[in-house]
């Protein structure tokens, strides 16, 4: 997260980038204390925990979960709330003005930022059903904030992503995507939403790597690169990170791949320890460890 809105070209060498950057860095968010996470982890929170509570994908309650983070910190870290995208503070305007979650999200081809995708993680984690239910609350659930078929489509792949990584199945992206495809065989227009994706690109070259942009395509193909390149947790994100702009999303999606592939002690001890929020966190995590034993 201090990272966020920076080129790559002023992002630290790999082994630099941690919570705190280094000294004397132009870190975004000056104000906000090391290991505080942003509005994907806040996002994803709320999600799980609508999740939990309401035993399903229950739009309403997801919508006003997600308002509460809006106005009065739900789910943040100290209960600020510092960052909040366009669309997503379009869509929550919405909700308060009383247009109903499923049609809050605005659903323009210009309105495929990444926020829904950013949040959709727990919900892998969570389902216990065939994918091809898995595939359809992946798209149900960014109604709130993001309408557009791209944006589910985006969500939908990168679920059935960590259900493979979840087997063991390090097929990645491109082997989801194949699964989306047949899924989506019958519904041509929303096949042609994959094509976007193009994720054969070779993880070990940077000029043809993706730019790691607020654009949902862009932050999934950021996340494969990041992820598809690396042999651990930490490399992982830090490719993420170092592509610069979203860094926080990017790094966030690749992540949670990365955590499902390598697992929990693979993260370095520093950054585990490092983290804020526990007395939000833990207590939702200990219900999804419930809910998956």
Same mark, same amino acid.
């Given at each position: 997260?201090?990272?966020?809105?920076?080129?790559?070209?002023?992002?630290?060498?790999?082994?630099?980038?941690?919570? &705190?950057?280094?000294? @004397?860095?132009?870190?975004?968010? !000056? +104000?906000? /204390?090391?290991?505080?996470?942003?509005?994907? #982890? %806040?996002?994803?929170?709320?999600?799980?925990?609508?999740?939990?509570?309401?035993?399903?994908?229950?739009?309403?309650?997801?919508?006003?979960?997600?308002?509460?983070?809006?106005?009065?910190?739900?789910?943040?870290?100290?209960?600020?709330?510092?960052?909040?995208?366009?669309?997503?503070?379009?869509?929550?305007? &919405?909700?308060?003005? @009383?247009?109903?979650?499923?049609? !809050? +999200?605005? /659903?323009?081809?210009?309105?495929?930022?990444? #926020? %829904?995708?950013?949040?959709?993680?727990?919900?892998?984690?969570?389902?216990?059903?065939?994918?091809?239910?898995?595939?359809?609350?992946?798209?149900?659930?960014?109604?709130?904030?993001?309408?557009?078929?791209?944006?589910?489509?985006?969500?939908?792949?990168?679920?059935?992503?960590?259900?493979?990584?979840?087997?063991?199945?390090?097929? @990645?992206?491109?082997?989801?995507? !194949?699964?989306?495809?047949?899924?989506?065989?019958?519904?041509?227009?929303?096949?042609?939403?994959?094509?976007?994706?193009?994720?054969?690109?070779?993880?070990?070259?940077?000029?043809?790597?993706?730019?790691?942009?607020?654009?949902?395509?862009?932050?999934?193909?950021?996340?494969?690169?990041?992820?598809?390149?690396?042999?651990?947790?930490?490399?992982?994100?830090?490719?993420?990170?170092?592509?610069?702009?979203?860094?926080?999303?990017?790094?966030?999606?690749?992540?949670?791949?990365?955590?499902?592939?390598?697992?929990?002690?693979?993260?370095?001890?520093?950054?585990?320890?490092?983290?804020?929020?526990?007395?939000?966190?833990?207590?939702?995590?200990?219900?999804?460890?419930?809910?998956?034993?």
């Amino acid at each position: 997260m201090p990272y966020e809105f920076r080129p790559a070209s002023r992002i630290p060498p790999h082994d630099a980038i941690e919570f &705190a950057p280094p000294r @004397g860095y132009d870190r975004a968010h !000056a +104000g906000v /204390a090391p290991g505080t996470w942003s509005d994907d #982890g %806040a996002h994803a929170l709320a999600l799980l925990d609508s999740l939990l509570t309401r035993s399903g994908l229950d739009l309403t309650d997801l919508g006003a979960r997600l308002s509460g983070w809006y106005r009065q910190g739900d789910y943040a870290v100290g209960g600020r709330v510092f960052d909040v995208g366009v669309q997503t503070s379009r869509a929550l305007a &919405a909700l308060a003005a @009383g247009r109903p979650a499923r049609d !809050a +999200g605005p /659903a323009d081809v210009y309105d495929n930022g990444n #926020g %829904a995708l950013m949040r959709v993680l727990p919900l892998a984690l969570w389902h216990r059903g065939d994918d091809a239910s898995l595939v359809h609350l992946a798209h149900e659930q960014g109604l709130p904030t993001h309408g557009h078929a791209r944006s589910q489509a985006c969500c939908a792949a990168y679920c059935l992503w960590a259900r493979a990584e979840l087997r063991g199945d390090r097929g @990645g992206l491109a082997a989801a995507t !194949a699964r989306l495809t047949a899924l989506y065989a019958a519904v041509p227009a929303w096949a042609d939403h994959l094509h976007e994706l193009d994720v054969h690109v070779a993880p070990d070259d940077r000029a043809a790597a993706p730019t790691g942009t607020g654009y949902v395509v862009d932050c999934l193909r950021s996340a494969a690169w990041a992820v598809e390149g690396a042999d651990g947790y930490t490399l992982a994100v830090r490719r993420a990170i170092a592509l610069g702009n979203d860094t926080d999303t990017t790094a966030c999606v690749a992540g949670g791949i990365a955590g499902i592939r390598w697992g929990r002690a693979d993260i370095p001890t520093r950054w585990r320890e490092g983290l804020l929020g526990g007395e939000v966190l833990d207590p939702l995590l200990e219900r999804l460890l419930a809910h998956v034993r």
